[in-house]
C-alpha cells in the first residue's frame, strides 16, 4: 500500500512544525506503515514510550474509522494524515476523511450494558481516554487529537 508524503515545514504562524502529512489509501492494510512512520518520528523526537504508545493506539483508532465509516475500504479514497508538534512540544494529529461525516456526541457509549459485547463502537471512546484533548470538525470527517 503506497502512501504519499511529505514532512517539514512551519505553521504560518510559527505555532507548531509539521512532522509528516500523509495521504495514505483507504485500505486498512496501509493503517499500519502510517502509524509505523508515526511511531518512528515520536521516537526520534525522544517522546517517552508510555505516550508514544498511546498515541499510536489511538491513531490506529482514528486511521481505522476513516478507513472503514469515511472510505468505506475503497482503496481509491484518501485518508490525510498530519502529525505535528507544537513550541511546547505538544502532539497534534490530524485525520481527515471523504466521508460525510457523523454528529460526535451521537455515537452510542460502549460502556452502556447493552453495548458491553457489541463487536465494534470503541474507537472514539478509546481515543478518549488515550489523547489529552480530541476534537471533531468537518461535520465529523476530521479529528483533531493533542497529547501533552
Request: charged residues 25%; contains cysteine; proline residues 7%.
Amino acid at each position: 500500500m503506497a502512501a504519499e508524503h511529505a514532512s517539514g515545514g512551519k505553521d504560518s504562524d510559527g505555532s507548531s512544525v509539521e512532522l509528516l502529512d500523509i495521504r495514505m489509501p483507504g485500505d486498512p492494510r496501509a493503517i499500519a506503515s502510517v502509524s509505523d512512520q508515526v511511531s518512528e518520528i515520536l521516537s526520534g523526537l525522544d517522546v517517552p514510550e508510555d505516550k508514544r504508545l498511546e498515541i499510536v493506539l489511538a491513531l490506529q483508532e482514528a486511521l481505522a474509522n476513516a478507513v472503514v465509516h469515511g472510505c468505506n475500504n475503497n482503496p481509491s479514497e484518501q485518508v490525510h494524515c498530519e502529525l505535528r508538534r507544537d513550541v511546547d512540544g505538544r502532539i497534534l494529529i490530524i485525520v481527515t476523511d471523504p466521508g460525510p461525516g457523523f454528529p460526535p456526541d451521537a455515537t452510542p457509549d460502549p460502556m452502556s450494558p447493552e453495548n458491553l459485547y457489541g463487536g465494534s463502537g470503541r474507537g472514539i471512546f478509546l481515543i478518549h481516554q488515550l489523547m489529552d484533548e480530541v476534537q471533531f470538525e468537518s461535520g465529523g470527517n476530521q479529528l483533531k487529537m493533542w497529547k501533552y
